[in-house]
T-cell receptor, first 114, second 115 residues
């Protein structure tokens, strides 16, 4: 079955440090890829997505992600963490076709230390 | 002017009760979804409606019944609530279900606690 794996359920970084959140998917068929952020007690907000074209995708709040087909990965990065980045981050994938569900990873909680 | 709204935000109820959660989107989208987020934050799709027609019905107990009176609304009715139904339920919408690249827009969630 197709699946999404987020390595590390909890990542802690210092303010100003690099943020790296990992996401891998299971299929050799490239999916459409999404990163969502969930702030405490709120709904999910789209950070960025990859559909076609340039493999490095820039999103909101200074985040970006790179689609690497050979590694079946779509890792999320931000050069310099800010306190306001503390949240839960979800990688999600969807394969084409009318019955394709959006499949979520289990999420990575990002903590930012002052 | 919230894009996807849900009511209520919090719902505390007793086992065995019947409750409904409402969802409305003002984005003009054709497709709406219900997701369940469990205590470990895992998100899983429950239902999807496209133009008021049921498209996806994952393995969900038939105590859960979605109803879409029009394209802008997708309500979730739950009968005979059980402890295991405690979770956060998210409504979402997208322009077109058939477009896998379509962004889904999520509501703020309804936190259901069954006692």
């Amino acid at each position: 079955a197709q699946s999404v794996t987020q390595l590390g359920s909890h990542v802690s970084v210092s303010e100003g440090a690099l943020v790296l959140l990992r996401c891998n998917y299971s299929s050799s068929v490239p999916p459409y890829l999404f990163w969502y952020v969930q702030y405490p007690n709120q709904g999910l907000q789209l950070l960025l997505k990859y559909t076609t074209g340039a493999t490095l995708v820039k999103g909101i709040n200074g985040f970006e992600a790179e689609f690497k087909k050979s590694e079946t990965s779509f890792h999320l990065t931000k050069p310099s963490a800010h306190m306001s980045d503390a949240a839960e981050y979800f990688c999600a994938v969807r394969w084409g076709g009318s019955q394709g569900n959006l499949i979520f990873g289990k999420g990575t909680k990002l903590s930012v230390k002052p | 002017d919230t894009a996807v709204s849900q009511t209520p935000k919090y719902l505390v109820t007793q086992m065995g009760n019947d409750k409904s959660i409402k969802c409305e989107q003002n984005l003009g989208h054709d497709t709406m979804y219900w997701y369940k987020q469990d205590s470990k934050k895992f998100l899983k799709i429950m239902f999807s409606y496209n133009n008021k027609e049921l498209i996806i019905n994952e393995t969900v107990p038939n105590r859960f019944s979605p109803k879409s009176p029009d394209k802008a609304h997708l309500n979730l009715h739950i009968n005979s609530l059980e402890l295991g139904d405690s979770a956060v339920y998210f409504c979402a919408s997208s322009q077109d279900f058939g477009g896998a690249r379509e962004t889904q827009y999520f509501g703020p969630g309804t936190r259901l606690l069954v006692l």
